[in-house]
Nanobody
Framework: QVQLVESGGGLVQTGDSLRLSCAAS????????MGWFRQAPGKEREFVAA????????DYPDSVKGRFTISRDNAKNTVYLQLNRLKPKDTAVYFC??????????????????WGQGTQVTVSS
């Protein structure tokens, strides 16, 4: 089992950047495939980024590709999400998630076994 704690959210302006962190404790984070999701009020949870065990493979939806970057430091048991050129439509609670299964639909929240509590990102226009 692993516990996840996100941090780094805040209130920023359009075009600004943020770096979110997800600290893992318990079972070694390097055992898990990791992802980031976000959820805006009244909307479903949306896939934002995924990363493989050693960080060699990443993927993003078109809505954030080229602006967001996921990375991981297994020595620190931490996963990061760099958010650049933020837009008001990026406003949401951002969650990190962990899964054990390698062959899973990584852009579906149903594939993940553990979740953090979320961190709020608000982008003003």
């Amino acid at each position: 089992q692993v516990q996840l704690v996100e941090s780094g959210g805040g209130l920023v302006q359009t075009g600004d950047s943020l770096r979110l962190s997800c600290a893992a404790s318990g079972r070694t984070a390097s055992s898990y495939f990791m992802g980031w999701f976000r959820q805006a009020p009244g909307k479903e949870r949306e896939f934002v980024a995924a990363i493989s065990l050693r960080g060699e493979t990443t993927d993003y939806p078109d809505s954030v590709k080229g602006r967001f970057t996921i990375s991981r430091d297994n020595a620190k048991n931490t996963v990061y999400l760099q958010l650049n050129r933020l837009k008001p439509k990026d406003t949401a609670v951002y969650f990190c998630a962990a899964r054990l299964a390698a062959n899973a639909n990584y852009y579906s929240s149903l594939s993940y076994d553990y979740w953090g509590q979320g961190t709020q990102v608000t982008v003003s226009s």
